[in-house]
């Protein structure tokens, strides 16, 4: 396995044919443990690979029992947890008593983090060969005192990886077409990220992506769009200066150095997606681009929550393991109503099952 590069090969290990995958409940408080419940009762999601779910045996027992009877006791759409293979993570009882569905507090966002910490731990060890997370609450961690953007800067940190990303990735239900967006930057204040740009943030970047491509996807000569930074990619210096202080330059320069690659942009970011509106929802339409570089978080997962919220999937590229997750939040407004869309989950399960047949 090749630490923070790619980690896939060409031919899976033969002793690989049912990945094990650590499945972590996320914020107990929130939507995690119904999605997960409703996942894990898909027969044709836990053919393909052996689960362990990390979370709390008696949080995720109450959320089935409480589920259940939301439901109008269709508990037949939710895995029984003694059925489940569980990594239990202890919790003081004072901790437990505060986690209610729907209410995330400190309790809940302390619980979430230790299911993750746990998950990573023994994924380093070797236990596991990839983890699918559960959504957490950012701002739950912090009370704790958990100071990080979200779940992938702490993948990376206790993974010891410096070039990381986030790519989303969807499969279409209207064309079949497979959506690739990679942010270049992450979880930081928009006025941060003019600052935060860089060339040689973007050269990590788009080698990250070119790699997860040709390795993980099979694209040998990629065709990647670049967006730009401002309305118009800068309107030759009218509309910002960004474009034409560095990022042009920076594009050519990576033409030059990889002209086996097929590198657009930088493209205006008002018409950037409407490759991608085309390609999900028209199977007779050719996508120009394989993926999409993307230079901020709402520039990127805008269109892809629009066109791809229930079943987009967040993987995390650069790690010694796959990563995968859901592609929404915690949904503390429907948490324990039984309401909630598990196509993500099983999505991000899928994905990485996927991925992680091809892992040394």
């Known amino acids: 396995m090749k630490i923070g590069k790619t980690f896939f090969v060409e031919q899976p290990s033969s002793q690989q044919s049912r990945p094990r995958l650590a499945v972590t409940l996320g914020d107990p408080a929130g939507i995690g443990p119904e999605v997960v419940l409703k996942a894990l009762a898909d027969s044709e999601i836990t053919t393909d690979c052996e689960v362990v779910v990390i979370g709390s045996r008696s949080l995720l027992e109450t959320a089935y029992n409480q589920l259940g009877e939301q439901m109008g006791g269709e508990k037949a759409l939710l895995a029984n947890p003694e059925h489940l293979s569980i990594l239990n993570v202890e919790l003081e009882a004072s901790v437990t008593e505060q986690i209610t569905p729907g209410v995330g507090n400190a309790a809940s966002g302390a619980a979430s983090f230790a299911y993750l910490e746990k998950a990573i731990t023994h994924t380093l060890a070797g236990e596991f060969d990839g983890i699918v997370t559960a959504p957490i609450a950012k701002s739950l961690w912090q009370a704790v005192g958990h100071d990080y953007p979200g779940q992938t800067e702490v993948l990376a940190q206790y ?27 992450t979880h930081i204040p928009l006025r941060q990220v003019p600052d935060s740009l860089t060339a040689q943030l973007m050269t990590n970047k788009l080698e990250l992506l070119v790699d997860c491509l040709q390795n993980n996807f099979g694209l040998k000569t990629p065709r990647i769009a670049i967006s730009g930074l401002n309305p118009h990619s800068g309107e030759q210096g009218q ?42 929802y028209n199977s007779s339409y ?53 309401i909630a869309n598990a196509t993500s989950m099983k999505a991000a399960i899928r994905l990485a099952v996927e991925l992680a047949l091809f892992t040394v």
């Open 159 to 185: 993974s010891g990886v410096k070039k990381y990303g986030m790519l989303f990735v969807a499969r279409s239900p209207h064309s079949n077409y497979q959506l690739r967006t990679l942010l270049a930057t």
């Open 239 to 280: 509309l910002g200066n960004e474009e034409q202080d560095w990022l042009i330059p920076w594009l050519e320069e990576e033409r030059q150095k990889h002209p086996q690659l097929q590198l657009h942009g930088p493209v205006p970011p008002d018409t950037l997606w409407v490759t991608l509106g085309q390609a999900w």
């Open 286 to 338: 050719s996508c120009p681009y394989d993926a999409y570089l993307a230079l901020y978080h709402d520039q990127g997962l805008i269109p892809v929550k629009l066109v791809a919220f229930d079943r987009a999937v967040n993987t995390t590229i650069g790690l010694p393991f796959v990563r995968t997750s859901p592609d929404h939040g915690t949904a503390f407004d429907i948490a324990g109503q039984g």
